[in-house]
């Protein structure tokens, strides 16, 4: 499937290192999500973009920093992360004209040492 | 906002019986319901949704029960086959709204 790709797939970092997630949709959506997906918990949603525009942040800590230069486009840059922060980080996206649905990507999974 | 939960956290079925899945919404305005399957290692991906303006839809094996009122939904798995075997999510969220709201998933094992 190829809808929604992520790279990399997977990512090991240090706590002081800078890395990004990418997240790139073919599928001519208009909003992207950034969700966070640990063990044992539900679906944590990060992030929301609508037409390029942030329309969600729910409360996550300022060192993950996203970017959407475009609707197809989003990034998660990661700096000075915790050991707690490791988890697989789900992109998704959706048109947002409607009552449709998200389409996910494959997730990165990130530890953090 | 929007709180929902979902049970049981596992399920074990032997093949051939059924699963059900429940899951309650707090929010009102919520009005479309998406069911995700996830298999080990591999993305969610919508196996069926429902709107609130029926109470029933049906896929094959697969259907999801709405009732408004009570604010709570369930998943059917009929004639249960070991590939089901997965973590299923149930979702609500407002139509022509941006947040979707998880709940804790169903970890579901079809015995042979």
């Known amino acids: 499937e190829t809808g929604v790709t992520q790279t990399p797939r997977h990512l090991v970092m240090g706590m002081t290192n800078k890395k990004s997630l990418k997240c790139e949709q073919h599928?001519?959506?208009?909003?992207m999500y950034w969700y966070k997906q640990s063990a044992k918990k539900p679906l944590e949603l990060m992030f929301v973009?609508?037409?390029?525009?942030?329309?969600e942040n729910n409360s996550v800590p300022s060192r993950f920093s996203p970017e959407c230069p475009n609707s197809s486009h989003l990034f998660l840059h990661l700096h000075t992360l915790q050991p707690e922060d490791s988890a697989l980080y789900l992109c998704a996206s959706r048109d947002s004209l409607g009552v449709n649905e998200q389409f996910f990507g494959p997730g990165t999974r990130l530890t953090v040492l | 906002g929007e709180n929902v939960e979902q049970h049981p956290s596992t399920l074990s079925v032997q093949e051939g019986d059924s699963a059900v899945i429940k899951c309650t919404y707090s929010d009102s305005a919520s009005n479309y319901f998406p069911w995700y399957k996830q298999e080990l290692g591999k993305r969610p991906q919508l196996i069926i949704d429902i709107r609130s303006n029926v109470g029933e839809k049906k896929d094959q094996r697969i259907a999801v029960t709405l009732n408004k009122t009570a604010k709570h939904f369930s998943l059917h798995i009929t004639e249960t086959q070991p590939e089901d075997s997965a973590v299923y999510f149930c979702a609500a969220s407002r139509a022509f709204g941006n947040q979707f709201y998880f709940g804790t998933g169903t970890s579901l094992t079809v015995i042979p």
């Open positions: 973009y609508n037409f390029k525009e942030q329309t």
């Open positions: 599928l001519g959506h208009n909003a």
